[in-house]
């Protein structure tokens, strides 16, 4: 079955800890995005791949970084100076290389993280 | 002003009732999406629409481009309907016209 796949379910991190986020994509997709989600809010985008090897931040990277070397993958890393990251976060992916078009995006089924 | 707006923000109804959800939007858009998110957590997209209505099975969705409106409606509701329903628009500005998401309306749906 295609889909996308996040690992952990859930994740807790210690102060002043790195943690990263899987996210694993079988859609052949070329786009993958990484959101945050807070109660009360709507979904912000932290970063977004359109190719390999490329990325792009979004409206809230500080804090945060990524990688995609390659084009099913697309980890997350949240960093130690990322000072607020209790947060649910979902990745998803699109069929093509602008989001502008208008495209379907895919979700995972999110990773939960807690700060201990 | 949140440039993508739902109403309401939390939605009660009986098992059988028609829902109608609401969604406002300020920007320029290519494309409008209605999305379903479980109490698990895991989104599905339900529509994408840049015109017109669509509809699959009980769900149809509408947008007025001219308004700057967009409708999501539920007939004979159920209560496996209970769910988040987020709006959000494909913008041409902003991260690369990437999604703006509405904060959700939370749907209950009672037996």
């Known amino acids: ?116 | 002003k949140n440039e993508v707006e739902q109403s309401p923000q939390n939605l009660t109804a009986q098992e059988g009732e028609f829902i109608t959800i609401n969604c406002s939007y300020s920007v320029g858009i290519s494309a409008l999406h209605w999305l379903q998110q479980h109490p698990g957590g895991g989104i599905v997209s339900l529509f994408m629409l840049s015109s017109g209505k669509k509809k699959h099975g009980r769900l149809i969705a509408t947008i007025n481009i001219q308004e700057k409106h967009s409708s999501l409606h539920i007939t004979a509701s159920h209560p496996r309907d209970s769910a988040v329903y987020i709006c959000a628009v494909s913008s041409y500005g902003g991260s690369q016209g990437n999604l703006i998401f509405g904060k959700g309306t939370k749907l209950s749906v009672k037996p």
């Open chain 1, 1 to 116: 079955d295609g889909g996308i796949t996040q690992s952990p379910k859930y994740l807790f991190r210690k102060e002043g800890q790195n943690v990263t986020l899987s996210c694993e994509q079988n859609l052949n997709h070329d786009a993958m995005y990484w959101y945050r989600q807070d109660p009360g809010q709507g979904l912000r985008l932290i970063y977004y791949s359109q190719i390999v090897n490329d990325f792009q931040k979004g409206d809230i990277a500080e804090g945060y970084s990524v990688s995609r070397e390659k084009k099913e993958s697309f980890p997350l890393t949240v960093t130690s100076a990322q000072k607020n990251p209790t947060a649910f976060y979902l990745c998803a992916s699109s069929i093509g290389r602008l989001a502008s078009r208008g495209e379907t995006q895919y979700f995972g089924p999110g990773t939960r993280l807690l700060v201990l």
